[in-house]
């Protein structure tokens, strides 16, 4: 092992060793704030692993399966050139732009300027805090949903706003309640609710709902449009499952005069199986395009030009591209139910995106109880629900981002383990 030679040497510098012996002061925004789950249950893994467990994650939604072969040659072809390494534009190449704008019209019917109604994202995880960070004065509300993605809470929480939750319940199909939202909104903005008026300004929704998988209805869009409407409300959509097992894409957008209340966010991370290059988008109306680059334009400098024009590719590709991701997809599924089966739990067939969410049996308590029986017996890891909101406490999650052959082995390793889990 390699010592420095000033190991045993006292710190000469006061301000050294309180480093070294005291953990600096995190900001008060960070409080409450804790590490992403999946940060932490990685590291676990990693430790199970290194005692010989070989656990098989099915935990995360990143996809397995490269994006296309063209996407990836134009990523060599345009980086291979002297003129593509400098700063980008702020909002965007417009190649990538005009891209995004074809691909919305052609999937989406949804007509967008290029020009002033599109912002490249790294990411859509990123949009979720740039949309706080630029509408959310300390104590605003937001409503979010119960279950749904954890960044949203934690996005408005470090922008200093207030998580109201929307409890999504599954005899309503995960949609939202609108009459208990009626009575939300206005109780907690009455001066008697302990509110002000308008104290609500965002609400996130996001259909294919993960971690449902309860796809939109043009209905529920257009009721929550007008809800937005009604309360003055920022509808913020994020939407990057539409193409992942469903065939009938829609956006929030469409609907007629939705941009006047609502942005979107989407994605390349799923349906073009580019988790890792980090590109999503914001679509809305111009002033909120405007407003969100204020924000946006003092945190990054830019995307890398080659990655935006093998992603403006990868928007191109045609429909059989969506075709063969969801065979793979569905034939995944189908291994996925049998574990389920195995588990006893009770799921919904139609589900949309990349995990199945499903029931747990009663003999356990919680999604978490389940999970950790399952990860420390067979050395499977499936994710718990409840990370998604205490609504989701009943339930677990499973990705459908491994192979047949892992989803085989987790199955052989279950069966093996059944006679010890409460399941039985
Ligand atoms: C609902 C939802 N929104 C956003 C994201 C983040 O996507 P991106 O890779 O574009 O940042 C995820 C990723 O898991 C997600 O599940």
């Known amino acids: ?9 006292k710190p000469r510098c006061k301000s050294i060793s309180n480093f070294q012996n005291n953990r600096m002061q995190t900001s008060k925004r960070l409080e409450g704030i804790g590490e ?12 199970l692993n290194k005692q010989g467990k070989n656990v098989i994650n099915l935990g995360i939604g990143s996809p397995d399966l490269p994006p296309h072969p063209d996407v990836i040659k134009t990523l060599q072809e345009e980086s291979a050139k002297p003129n593509v390494h400098a ?23 949804v007509e967008l300027n290029a020009d002033t109604e599109i912002l490249p994202l790294i990411g859509s995880k990123e949009g979720i805090m740039h949309i706080c960070m630029t509408y959310l004065d300390e104590g605003d509300k937001v409503l ?4 749904g993605y954890p960044t949203y809470r934690s996005a408005v929480k470090l922008a200093g706003g207030e998580c109201v939750d929307y409890e999504l319940k599954e005899e309503n199909n995960w949609e939202p309640d609108f009459d208990a939202l009626e009575k ?8 008697t609710g302990g509110g002000r008026a308008g104290a609500f300004k965002l609400m996130w929704i996001n259909y294919p709902q993960m971690p449902t998988g309860q796809l939109p209805t043009k209905s529920l869009f257009e009721k929550i449009v ?50 890792g290059w980090r590109v999503g988008v914001l679509s809305g109306a111009k002033e909120r395009i405007d407003e969100v680059l204020r924000f ?43 574990l389920l089966d195995l588990l006893q739990c009770v799921y919904d067939k139609s589900q949309a995106g990349m995990f199945v969410w499903a029931k747990i049996p009663s003999n356990y308590k919680t999604g978490f109880e389940l999970s950790d029986e399952v990860l420390y017996n067979t050395g499977v890891f499936i994710t718990p629900g409840g990370i998604f909101g205490n609504a989701g406490d009943g339930y677990i999650r499973v990705s459908l981002c491994s192979t047949e052959e892992k989803f085989a082995e987790s199955i052989k390793r279950i069966k093996a383990f059944l006679p010890v889990l409460k399941v039985k």
């Not at 992403?36 to 430790?47: G, N, P, T, V």
């Not at 409300?233 to 009938?248: E, Q, T, V």
């Open 184 to 191: 939300l909104v206005v109780s907690s903005s009455s001066p």
């Open 36 to 47: 992403y789950y999946f940060s932490q249950k990685l590291r676990e893994i990693d430790e």
């Open 296 to 338: 946006k334009s003092n945190m990054d400098s830019g995307m890398f030009l080659p990655v935006q024009l093998a992603a403006a590719k990868a928007l191109q590709l045609p429909k059989s591209w969506y075709n063969d991701v969801n065979t793979v997809y569905r034939k995944r599924r189908e291994i996925v139910f049998e």
């Open 1 to 9: 092992m390699l010592i420095s030679k000033f190991a045993n040497e």
């Open 226 to 275: 007008a809800f937005g409407k009604k309360h003055n409300i920022l509808i913020c959509h994020d939407n990057p499952y539409s193409f992942i097992l469903n065939d009938n894409p829609l956006s929030l957008l469409h609907v007629p005069g939705a941009k006047e209340v609502a942005i979107e966010l989407n994605s390349l991370s799923k349906s073009q199986n580019m988790a």
């Open 144 to 147: 979010v949903p119960n279950p």
């Open 87 to 109: 700063y980008q534009s702020y909002k965007g190449s417009l190649v990538l732009r005009k891209a995004i704008s074809d691909w919305y019209k052609k999937w989406y019917d």
